[in-house]
C-alpha cells in the first residue's frame, strides 16, 4: 500500500502564489506516476497536472497551464505543484494521486492512490 499527505494549502488573495507537498510512504517503488487533481464543490474532480517519475515527462491541465510548475524528489518520495498568478476559480480541494503505471492520466480512475486532499481558497 501507498500513502500519500498533501500539505501546503490554505487562503491566498487573487494573483498570489502557493506550493503544495505531497509525500508519499509504504510501497513507493511501485509508482510510476503521479498527479494532482482538484475538485470545487458541484464540480468534477479536474487534472491539474502529472509527472512521471521514469523520464520526467509533464503534463499540465488546460486551467493552469502557464500558471505553475510541478516538480518531483524521488529521494523524498516528495512531490510538488507550485502555483502562481492565482484566480478565484482556482478554489478548489486539491488532491495528490498515484498510479503504478508510467504514464500520466488525466482520469481520476485511473489512479491507484489518494490523499485527503488540501483546501486552497483563493479570495477576491
Known amino acids: 500500500q501507498v500513502q500519500l499527505v498533501e500539505s501546503g494549502g490554505g487562503l491566498v488573495q487573487t494573483g498570489g502564489s502557493l506550493g503544495l507537498s505531497c509525500a508519499a510512504s509504504g510501497r513507493t517503488a511501485s509508482i510510476y506516476a503521479m498527479a494532482w487533481f482538484r475538485q470545487a464543490p458541484g464540480k468534477e474532480r479536474e487534472f491539474v497536472a502529472g509527472?512521471?517519475?521514469?523520464?520526467?515527462?509533464?503534463s499540465y491541465g488546460d486551467s493552469v497551464k502557464g500558471r505553475s510548475a510541478i516538480s518531483g524528489d524521488k529521494a523524498k518520495n516528495t512531490f510538488y505543484l507550485q502555483m502562481n498568478s492565482l484566480k478565484p476559480e482556482d478554489t478548489a480541494v486539491y488532491y495528490c494521486?498515484?498510479?503504478?503505471?508510467?504514464?500520466?492520466?488525466?482520469?481520476?480512475?485511473?489512479?491507484?492512490?489518494w490523499g485527503q486532499g488540501t483546501q486552497v481558497t483563493v479570495s477576491s
Open positions: 509527472f512521471a517519475w521514469s523520464d520526467g515527462t509533464i
Open positions: 494521486a498515484a498510479r503504478r503505471s508510467v504514464l500520466i492520466a488525466s482520469v481520476p480512475l485511473e489512479y491507484d492512490y
